[in-house]
């Protein structure tokens, strides 16, 4: 079948300035734009329209961001950024639990905003579309899991489709991740991030690199890394520490290294 080259979008925003901007965005960057101020009006819009991408406001005037997020997620597995005035960590990660796959700051500049979305497109999506799955917007509690690994972890296996450390799976060609043989709901950003971490091993990836490597971009000495880009890495790999039952003072998987980056943690015998 024909793939539908069209590029529809959906702006659910409740401030008329705000709205006119982001609508303009999307209009320059070719997509096709509906838009309103009403979450729930905004779900039906979702739902007639079929978009590839939705921008989605946290605070409405009826519902808030969070639960238009979560209806969504129950029928569509769109693009959905979030625009948002809050920036504490536990309002961001709410917004990622509920459907989100990315989110942006206000104020915002407009280039950021599409160039968040370019690279959010370039990204493949899950294997198969949501069609009426109501599990895919719990958020995913994680198991707690302690039972030490065997093997090579560290080495990536088949032709670096997948990759096995202390425990945890990582399949790029199924987009599926289990630990301990329980499989886990990742978002698109968490999958990504994980396999980036996975395929460097030990060395250390500064948030700025893999702002890049999730914009799918070549490494250019002048390219531009937002602190809301940077401060987004930072929430997206909380979220999945969260979901892996990761202790960031005795980590399994994922390793901190103040000042500079992550890493993959050292492999347990």
Avoid at 43 to 68: C, F, Y
Avoid at 105 to 122: D, T
């Amino acid at each position: 079948m024909a793939e539908d080259t069209r590029r529809t979008a959906v702006v659910i925003e409740d401030d008329v300035d705000i709205r006119s901007l982001v609508e303009t965005v999307l209009r320059q960057a070719g997509f096709e734009v509906s838009s309103t101020a009403s979450g729930t009006d905004g779900v039906e819009l979702v739902r007639a329209h079929r978009p590839t991408i939705v921008t989605l406001d946290i605070g409405l005037i009826d519902i808030d961001g969070l639960e238009v997020a979560r209806r969504i997620r129950l029928f569509t597995d769109c693009y959905i950024v979030m625009l948002t005035a809050q920036s504490d960590e536990a309002d961001l990660l709410f917004g990622l639990e509920s459907g989100a796959d990315d989110y942006v700051i206000k104020p915002f500049r407009p280039r950021e905003l599409r160039a968040r979305i370019e690279a959010m497109l370039r990204r493949p999506r899950v294997s198969g579309a949501i069609e009426m799955d109501a599990a895919a917007t719990m958020p995913a509690t994680g198991p707690v899991l302690h039972t030490p690994a065997t093997g090579a972890p560290e080495a990536p296996l088949d032709d670096e489709l997948v990759y096995s450390h202390n425990g945890l799976t990582l399949n790029a060609d199924t987009r599926t991740v289990e630990v301990d043989a329980l499989e886990l709901e990742l978002t698109r950003t968490e999958f990504d991030l994980l396999r980036s971490l996975l395929h460097s091993k030990r060395r250390v990836r500064s948030k700025a690199d893999l702002v890049r490597e999730l914009r799918d971009e070549a490494y250019v000495a002048n390219d531009f890394v937002s602190e809301s880009e940077e401060r987004s890495i930072e929430v997206h790999l909380a979220n999945l520490r969260r979901k892996l039952s990761d202790d960031a003072k005795h980590p399994r998987w994922i390793e901190t290294v103040r000042g500079v980056g992550y890493r993959l943690s050292p492999s347990r015998g």
